[in-house]
């Protein structure tokens, strides 16, 4: 009997042990399926980089290139670099540097352009015959996202013929709200502007004075432009400057809206001066009270030389018949100025 039972026992170790094998080998198998899932799952996918036109303008005559954004994706300040070769020598602009050249904004959006002041960084004189490269990098990927030769050939090109949105900044004096993209686009609705949240507005906001305009109180947008990014020459003439402007009332109570130009006349002296009519009147317009109005205003007789853009910004100003308790408000959604140069006949030549 001792005999059987010995055997017993022996014949049951081996069967665990052969299970105990299995499950150890199992185990491992598991281990080393989690170690490479780890190993595969943590590794980043491809860097996606920016997809951007950026337009490249050199002025030799102050040592100054130009970059705007002129379409695609905006760029994450902290995460581009700006390499520029002259001559052979390499310079290089930082996110840092681009950063404040932004304004202190994190992203380089459409339309904003960057200044580089190549004497001022690098003590570099700007020359006509300079050899210049300019690579913009995705420093994360150390890809490129653009590469180009610097030239002075848009001083050679025909007339300019473009639109041009506010850069600068919104002030309003009535305890309204302004924000330079909120002018940019117009694809708001009447229920945003009439909201509280102002900086959640696609839309500025200004609360005009009661029964008579106040030259006190105003929207004023500064267009901020420099025209030499744009290609615009201090001799250059213009047959076309046309501002155009989108905008909401709050309802039947605003009696009038008056735009103010900011002038440069012949001595460079700068003046603010009313259009000649209202751009909005409760008699003509008092059916759109519910809706966005659309207007479109001939400023070249006025607005029309290098100065005249350079300084350009316009005032809002209105009144209403309702007590300012009230608040009741215009909004706009879209401002812009067409600049459309005459070319010269060497230029229609060419």
Request: proline share 3%.
């Amino acid at each position: 009997m001792l005999n059987r039972t010995e055997k017993k026992i022996t014949s049951d170790e081996h069967a665990v042990s052969e299970v105990m094998g299995q499950v150890l080998l199992v185990g491992i198998a598991v281990i080393m399926l989690s170690s490479l899932s780890v190993f595969v799952f943590s590794q980043e996918g491809p860097i996606d980089i920016p997809h951007t036109n950026v337009q490249e303008i050199m002025d030799t005559s102050t040592d100054t290139i130009y970059l705007k954004h002129s379409g695609g994706e905006p760029i994450r300040a902290e995460d581009a670099e700006i390499i520029v070769n002259i001559n052979g020598k390499k310079y290089v602009y930082t996110s840092s540097q681009i950063y404040e050249s932004l304004g202190n904004s994190s992203a380089w959006e459409v339309g904003e352009t960057i200044e580089i002041n190549t004497m001022t960084m690098w003590t570099v004189n700007l020359k006509n015959s300079d050899e210049v490269e300019l690579f913009l990098v995705d420093t994360p990927s150390n890809e490129l996202i653009q590469k180009s030769r610097l030239t002075t050939e848009f001083q050679k090109r025909a007339g300019l013929a473009t639109w041009l949105t506010p850069m600068g900044d919104i002030t309003d004096t009535s305890g309204g709200y302004g924000d330079n993209k909120q002018a940019h686009a117009s694809d708001s609705n009447t229920e945003d502007a009439k909201g509280d949240d102002n900086e959640n507005k696609k839309c500025t906001t200004h609360y005009p004075p009661e029964d008579a305009i106040n030259p006190s109180k105003y929207q004023e947008f500064d267009f901020g432009f420099n025209p030499i990014a744009h290609g615009i020459r201090q001799d250059d003439t213009f047959c076309n400057i046309t501002l155009v402007i989108r905008y909401y009332c709050h309802d039947s109570s605003i009696k009038e809206i008056q735009l103010k130009f900011y002038d440069i006349d012949e001595y460079g002296n700068g003046k603010w001066v009313y259009y000649t009519e209202p751009i909005y009147n409760p008699v003509t317009d008092n059916a759109a009270n519910s809706n966005f109005v659309f207007k479109s205003i001939n400023l070249t007789d006025h607005i029309n030389t290098y100065d005249d853009l350079a300084n350009f910004k316009v005032r809002i100003e209105a009144s209403t018949t309702a007590n300012p308790s009230s608040k009741k408000q215009i909004s706009i959604d879209y401002l812009a100025l067409w600049v459309e140069q005459t070319s010269t006949e060497s230029e229609l030549d060419s």
